[in-house]
């Protein structure tokens, strides 16, 4: 069911779509402070047309290897190759943010084909493609609305619309679904696995929810805290389509939950930067013994 892929081994493949290389990355809040490792020594490779995502303790740097695989921020050591090129912006590269991050002057239509504006189609092509990725997500009759006209899932559709538009080979998804309410949050998963079915290309997603992960990936790359590095990466084999069964009543789900949420539970409890670790110690010393 899920296959512990060691990390040499990983770093020994040679097809990748994505090459991560002994990559270490670190911050400075200012001159005076001390850097801040968010990661340290992460090799990884994606193979082509792959949904992968990462998981792990809040500040384990997942946005920072995200960020770094669209080229907005270089690595201090190590490479990084995207089709065997260091990583740069452009449209072969979709973005889907946790905000999500609409122009609220733009109509959705004209917000969903402002990337094709950038690459200077013309305004017939934007606007049958962007209606062709409205369609896509549900929400065609809205082309004419205001960003503020609709609700959070629906901008969020919208979001994923915009990003979809120059057809990239490459989608980077940093927590698109976090402030979604439980339902839409659902929805907006099954319309990600969906596209997916129909759809080449690699996805490399970041999100904190375990359920997510298993429910959309065909691999996940668990992280450990920072300095970030892969603690484990495992496949995911459950059938697809996954909408169309009760998936997390599946027993290799159950068995990957549990597997990926107590390594989680047991690097977050045992950091000494974790809030729960320090909570655990205050907890400890202030509970009378034998109390």
């Known amino acids: 069911m899920n296959t512990h892929v060691p990390q040499a081994e990983a770093a020994s493949l040679t097809s990748a779509a994505i090459s991560i290389r002994n990559?270490?990355?670190?911050?400075?809040?200012?001159?005076?402070?001390p850097p801040v490792h968010a990661l340290k020594n992460v090799s990884l490779d994606i193979a082509p047309n792959?949904?992968?995502?990462?998981?792990?303790?809040?500040?384990?740097?997942?946005?920072?290897?995200?960020?770094?695989?669209?080229?907005?921020?270089?690595?201090?050591?190590?490479?990084?190759?995207?089709?065997?090129?260091p990583p740069m912006r452009g449209p072969h590269m979709g973005l889907v943010f946790q905000s999500i991050r609409l122009m609220p002057w733009?109509?959705?239509?004209?917000n969903v084909y402002f990337p094709l504006e950038l690459q200077n189609a013309p305004l017939k092509?934007?606007?049958?493609?962007?209606?062709?990725?409205?369609?896509?997500?549900?929400?065609a009759k809205f082309g004419d609305a205001y960003p503020h006209e609709l609700s959070g899932g629906m901008q969020q559709?919208?979001?994923?619309?915009?990003?979809?538009?120059?057809?990239?080979?490459?989608?980077?998804?940093?927590e698109p679904f976090a402030a979604l309410d439980a339902?839409?949050?659902?929805?907006?998963?099954?319309?990600?696995?969906?596209?997916?079915?129909?759809?080449?290309?690699?996805?490399?997603?970041?999100?904190?929810?375990?359920?997510?992960?298993?429910?959309?990936?065909?691999?996940?790359?668990?992280?450990?805290p920072r300095p970030g590095q892969i603690a484990e990466t495992l496949s995911v084999d459950l059938p697809h389509p996954r909408w169309d069964y009760d998936v997390r009543a599946n027993k290799d789900f159950v068995e990957l939950r549990r597997h990926l949420?107590?390594?989680?539970?047991?690097?977050?409890?045992?950091?000494?930067?974790?809030?729960?670790?320090?909570?655990?110690?205050?907890?400890?010393?202030?509970?009378?013994?034998?109390?």
């Open 23 to 33: 990559v270490s990355k670190s911050f400075r809040r200012a001159e005076s402070s």
């Open 50 to 85: 792959s949904f992968v995502s990462l998981v792990g303790p809040s500040g384990c740097g997942k946005t920072t290897l995200l960020r770094l695989l669209n080229g907005l921020i270089e690595p201090d050591e190590g490479e990084i190759l995207v089709d065997g090129k």
């Open 106 to 110: 733009r109509t959705i239509r004209a």
């Open 125 to 139: 092509d934007c606007i049958e493609r962007a209606d062709h990725y409205l369609a896509m997500m549900g929400i």
């Open 157 to 174: 559709r919208a979001a994923l619309a915009r990003a979809l538009i120059s057809q990239p080979a490459f989608l980077l998804m940093d």
């Open 183 to 224: 339902q839409t949050r659902e929805f907006m998963q099954i319309e990600v696995m969906k596209i997916r079915q129909n759809l080449q290309g690699v996805v490399v997603f970041v999100t904190h929810s375990v359920d997510e992960a298993i429910l959309l990936s065909d691999r996940i790359v668990m992280m450990s």
């Open 261 to 291: 949420w107590e390594g989680i539970k047991a690097m977050v409890v045992n950091d000494p930067e974790s809030e729960f670790y320090q909570r655990d110690r205050v907890m400890r010393s202030t509970t009378p013994a034998g109390g």
